[in-house]
């Protein structure tokens, strides 16, 4: 049951994930926004780390064998270690790659000049979509995170752990405990990307973004 529960965890943000890469990326295509590419390489990243996590679960669930007579349960722990590096290696290095970038005045993609856009006849700012796309982040890494958390509490209510703080710590369920941290992290970065990009449209002022 806790393999299904932690399997179903993984392919949620999995999913979410690759959604959020494709709305990021145009979203940043049309709005040439430093913080909508971030994103996407936040995105892309936790796509890669929840393949990962899924590599360690099939190893983690492979029959003990000559060489391995206490089965592999421990490969979880070591595609747990690989998804760490590459959020916080990969994914962050890119990110800051682009934001001193864009602080120096240079863009790898330029904006549309009057800041509009039309889709099927219709014409708003190029910004909207920005805002939208990060609003639907909000929305998608709660729904994961709210997944991960009912696993984790099924968990606590199962081992008679006596607080979140305590499971946290004790638990040896890796996909669950990553994706968890994970989408809190990105729903987080959402917001404060958000914050950004609004800061920069009102006061005009790119250096926020």
Do not use: C
Request: a neutral charge.
């Amino acid at each position: 049951m806790a393999a299904d529960n932690s399997l179903g965890v993984v392919l949620v943000a999995m999913v979410a994930n690759i959604a959020l890469v494709v709305f990021k990326f145009i979203a940043y295509l049309v709005t040439g926004s430093p913080s909508m590419l971030a994103q996407m390489y936040h995105s892309a990243s936790d796509t890669g780390n929840q393949v990962l996590l899924l590599i360690g679960m099939y190893f983690a669930n492979k029959r003990p064998d000559r060489l391995h007579p206490f089965g592999h349960g421990k490969a979880v722990f070591f595609y747990s270690l690989l998804v760490s590096v590459l959020l916080f290696g990969i994914a962050g290095w890119e990110s800051l790659q682009a934001g001193l970038q864009a602080a120096r005045g240079g863009t790898l993609v330029a904006p549309p000049a009057d800041g509009r856009v039309t889709v099927r006849g219709t014409e708003f700012r190029a910004i909207y979509l920005a805002y939208a796309v990060l609003l639907v982040t909000v929305v998608l890494d709660g729904i994961s995170y709210r997944k991960a958390r009912q696993a984790l509490d099924a968990e606590i209510e199962a081992r008679r752990w006596e607080s979140f703080r305590e499971a946290f710590q004790k638990t040896s369920d890796m996909p669950v405990l990553a994706v968890l941290t994970e989408n809190a992290v990105a729903g987080g970065g959402a917001v404060i990307a958000l914050v950004a990009i609004f800061v920069a449209d009102v006061t005009g002022r790119q250096i926020f973004d």
